[in-house]
């Protein structure tokens, strides 16, 4: 059993920063694919960003290339999701999620893959 917890969110003018915490519970982190997920009032969940286990490869929809940036820290059970030039239209709830030891060839934008979920952290961008 994996208990994740989300930090870090809140409110932030348009073009500031802010970073995501998610921290895991469990002695197996490391075997963890990670992944952050959004959802905004009146929209379904949609995929952000994930981070394999292994050789932790990076992954990110196309709207937040070049502005976000997730990474991990074994030792810490720890992910990290670095939000920067924020925009409006980012404002959502955020969750974290986590599957353990997915197929190399799972398509880890869908959330039906990861087991685990956070309660989300709400990050608001005003413009």
């Known amino acids: 059993q994996v208990q994740l917890v989300e930090s870090g969110g809140g409110l932030v003018q348009a073009g500031g920063s802010l970073r995501l915490s998610c921290a895991a519970s469990?002695?197996?982190?490391?075997?963890?694919?990670m992944a952050w997920f959004r959802q905004a009032p009146g929209k379904e969940r949609e995929f952000v960003s994930a981070?394999?286990?292994?050789?932790?490869?990076?992954y990110y929809t196309d709207t937040v290339k070049g502005r976000f940036t997730i990474s991990r820290d074994n030792a810490k059970n720890t992910v990290y999701l670095q939000m920067n030039s924020l925009k409006p239209e980012d404002t959502a709830v955020y969750f974290c999620?986590?599957?353990?030891?997915?197929?190399?060839?799972?398509?880890?934008?869908?959330?039906?893959?990861?087991?685990?979920w956070g309660l989300g952290t709400q990050v608001t961008v005003s413009s």
């Open positions: 999620a986590a599957q353990s030891n997915p197929p190399y060839y799972s398509d880890y934008t869908q959330p039906t893959l990861y087991h685990y």
């Open positions: 469990g002695r197996t982190f490391s075997s963890y694919t």
């Open positions: 981070i394999s286990w292994g050789y932790g490869n990076a």
